[in-house]
T-cell receptor, first 114, second 112 residues
Framework: DQQVKQNSPSLSVQEGRISILNCDYT??????FLWYKKYPAEGPTFLIS?????DKNEDGRFTVFLNKSAKHLSLHIVPSQPGDSAVYFC?????????????FGTGTRLKVLA | NAGVTQTPKFQVLKTGQSMTLQCAQD?????MSWYRQDPGMGLRLIHY???????DQGEVPNGYNVSRSTTEDFPLRLLSAAPSQTSVYFC???????????FGQGTRLTVV
């Protein structure tokens, strides 16, 4: 039972255009969401996060939107650059018994074309 | 400025062998976790710990053991390796359950 889903395995975007990566979750206990970027042969690195009390968080070229009623979040990258080509994972954190754990999605491979 | 350190980076095991993947962090984080990454499956949580002496199972715990005797270290043990455990393993630490997690560089394990 996949609690965090990224339904698009891959995405190609032209340099300078907007990249939109999507993520859906099923568990209503999740109340903190994160996006990670991963290059080959490296560990994932943190990009941006959002708490469930907000619906938008922005950091430079990266913006995360959260739609709690739809249990959906998205990452917007504007403008996209070739160095953004990587695998992007969304993650969700929440608790049922006082301890938190992070659950990750399956990832979306973004390719930014020069 | 080490962050999260995983050893070894690469390992080949024969079926039935045992080994321990090491993970250490120097940020005094309470939370530590182990994930495995497989093609098309993303990062799946194996075990996690919310402090020294406290561990719990994640999504795919079978075949793996953990313990947390210190804040810094969180080793992952494979008691009897199986080909299905061929994967890339990542260790992560986070200050709380509501902050970003920092990942190690990964251990690529092949079981033949």
């Amino acid at each position: 039972d996949q609690q965090v889903k990224q339904n698009s395995p891959s995405l190609s975007v032209q340099e300078g255009r907007i990249s939109i990566l999507n993520c859906d979750y099923t568990n209503s206990m999740f109340d903190y969401f994160l996006w990670y970027k991963k290059y080959p042969a490296e560990g994932p690195t943190f990009l941006i996060s959002i708490s469930s009390i907000k619906d938008k968080n922005e950091d430079g070229r990266f913006t995360v939107f959260l739609n709690k009623s739809a249990k959906h979040l998205s990452l917007h990258i504007v403008p996209s650059q070739p160095g953004d080509s990587a695998v992007y994972f969304c993650a969700a954190s929440g608790t049922t018994s006082g301890t938190y754990k992070y659950i990750f999605g399956t990832g979306t491979r973004l390719k930014v074309l020069a | 400025n080490a962050g999260v350190t995983q050893t070894p980076k690469f390992q080949v095991l024969k079926t039935g062998q045992s080994m321990t993947l090491q993970c250490a962090q120097d940020m005094n984080h309470e939370y530590m976790s182990w994930y495995r990454q497989d093609p098309g499956m993303g990062l799946r949580l194996i075990h996690y710990s919310v402090g020294a002496g406290i561990t719990d199972q994640g999504e795919v715990p079978n075949g793996y053991n953990v313990s947390r005797s210190t804040t810094e270290d969180f080793p992952l043990r494979l008691l009897s390796a199986a080909p299905s455990q061929t994967s890339v393993y990542f260790c992560a630490s986070t200050r709380t359950g509501r902050t970003e997690a920092f990942f190690g560089q990964g251990t690529r394990l092949t079981v033949v």
